[in-house]
Structures are given as structure tokens and as C-alpha cells.
């Protein structure tokens, strides 16, 4: 089965200010891996769960399905949560979608939980796509101005 390409590009990325570079390789490793394996045009849960084995196998920690909150931008209250597909490492938040294509909505939805969350990166893979898409997002925390307020409501 050939590799199913796909480009990850932005123009101010360099190892210096490329957030946990080792630890993303890693986990676009794993996806490519398991694209590779399966093919496009199962359902999300199988890949949710050979991603699930790619990482065990790998030794990467993940939670599956953990609750995450999500902040006031305001007031640094808890609004609600939200429930990504992974976890990485409690540092990455990857969503995967089985989808035709992925939408504009898809991603702008992860980048508004990266924005009202204590987590920086995150990942959305597409396996259904005619070639995989796998979209970063990034929303660093020293640009989230609640993050100063729940760190002093967690004292």
C-alpha cells in the first residue's frame, strides 16, 4: 500500500520555537503509521483504537476521552469541558476525524478549545481524506491572559 502524504507547513516554524517537537513527531509517526496499516474508509473508532495501540506500542502516554475543562476567557472560570479523542501526554490535544473532508469548522473548533484551554497544541487527523490531513494548531499560553487567574484560584 503506497503512503498516504499529506503537508504540515508553517512559515515561522524553527527547532527553537517548535513546541515539543520530539514528542509531535512522535504522535504524526503513529498517525502515518496507522494510515498506512488501515487504509481510509473505516469508521473513527477503529482508528481511535489502533492509534490507541500505535502509541502503547510506542510508549507514548495517552488518555483516551479525557474531560478537559474549558475556561472564561474573562474571568478564568470554568465554563464547561471539553472531551478530546486523546490526551498525549498531557500536553497534546489530538482529534481525529473519518470523514470526506475535513471542514473549516472542524479546525477552527479545535482552535477555539486550544484558546479556552490550558493546552497549547493540537492535532486533527483525517483518515477519509483522499490523501491524510493532519492540521497543528498551536495557541501558546503566555497569549491566554485567564491563565495567570486559574493559576491563582489553584494556589
Given at each position: 500500500?503506497?503512503?498516504?502524504?499529506?503537508?504540515?507547513?508553517?512559515?515561522?516554524?524553527?527547532?527553537?520555537?517548535?513546541?515539543?517537537?520530539?514528542?509531535?513527531?512522535?504522535?504524526?509517526?503513529?498517525?502515518?503509521?496507522?494510515?498506512?496499516?488501515?487504509?481510509?474508509?473505516?469508521?473513527?473508532?477503529?482508528?481511535?483504537?489502533?492509534?490507541?495501540?500505535?502509541?502503547?506500542?510506542?510508549?507514548?502516554?495517552?488518555?483516551?476521552?479525557?474531560?478537559?475543562?474549558?475556561?472564561?476567557?474573562?474571568?478564568?472560570?470554568?465554563?464547561?469541558?471539553?472531551?478530546?479523542?486523546?490526551?498525549?501526554?498531557?500536553?497534546?490535544?489530538?482529534?481525529?476525524?473519518?470523514?470526506?473532508?475535513?471542514?473549516?469548522?472542524?479546525?477552527?473548533?479545535?482552535?477555539?478549545?486550544?484558546?479556552?484551554?490550558?493546552?497549547?497544541?493540537?492535532?486533527?487527523?483525517?483518515?477519509?481524506?483522499?490523501?491524510l490531513e493532519i492540521k497543528r494548531s498551536i495557541f501558546t499560553n503566555n497569549r491566554k491572559s485567564f491563565i495567570t487567574l486559574i493559576s491563582k484560584t489553584q494556589s
Amino acid at each position: 500500500m503506497p503512503n498516504r502524504l499529506t503537508q504540515i507547513t508553517d512559515k515561522n516554524m524553527t527547532d527553537e520555537n517548535f513546541l515539543e517537537k520530539d514528542l509531535s513527531y512522535k504522535v504524526i509517526g503513529a498517525i502515518y503509521s496507522v494510515a498506512n496499516k488501515y487504509g481510509c474508509g473505516l469508521k473513527e473508532i477503529v482508528y481511535q483504537k489502533a492509534l490507541a495501540e500505535e502509541f502503547e506500542k510506542l510508549q507514548i502516554n495517552c488518555e483516551q476521552q479525557k474531560r478537559i475543562n474549558i475556561y472564561s476567557l474573562d474571568s478564568g472560570k470554568v465554563l464547561g469541558v471539553y472531551i478530546p479523542d486523546f490526551l498525549i501526554e498531557n500536553k497534546i490535544i489530538l482529534e481525529i476525524k473519518a470523514t470526506p473532508f475535513t471542514t473549516r469548522q472542524n479546525i477552527e473548533q479545535q482552535r477555539s478549545y486550544l484558546r479556552a484551554s490550558q493546552y497549547e497544541i493540537g492535532y486533527l487527523a483525517n483518515f477519509n481524506t483522499i490523501k491524510l490531513e493532519i492540521k497543528r494548531s498551536i495557541f501558546t499560553n503566555n497569549r491566554k491572559s485567564f491563565i495567570t487567574l486559574i493559576s491563582k484560584t489553584q494556589s
